[in-house]
């Protein structure tokens, strides 16, 4: 299997498993942007897992200006809101796809 078609099949979980949690959050009564980010930070674990993400979603963000600059792709802001309105769980193995694309194209 290529590389560009094991991200490309990382890209469904990574958008169903996030949408999967979010749609149970707009179940609640009177769903509120303060309410979703309070709920973020409820505990101390899914603080730690929010922080993670947090740290891990930047790091990408670099690696993504770097790389993207690096082999010339085009419209590396597209992944940005891939990533913040999805997850990360989406955005990178989009990101990854595209890449992996390019190298193909360039072997």
């Known amino acids: 299997m290529k590389q560009s078609t094991f991200y490309s099949v990382l890209c469904v979980p990574g958008v169903l498993i996030p949408f999967a949690f979010i749609i149970g959050f707009f179940g609640v009564p009177e769903p509120t942007i303060s309410l979703f980010f309070t709920s973020i930070f ?16 930047l790091v990408f963000f670099m690696f993504l200006f770097f790389e993207g600059r690096r082999l010339n792709l085009n ?23 595209f890449r992996a694309k390019k190298l193909e194209q360039t072997e």
């Open 42 to 57: 409820v505990n101390h674990v899914s603080s730690a897992v929010a922080g993670d993400l947090l740290v891990s979603g």
């Open 75 to 97: 419209k590396l802001w597209l992944f940005v809101p891939a990533t913040l309105f999805v997850g990360l769980s989406f955005g990178l193995p989009l990101f990854l796809y």
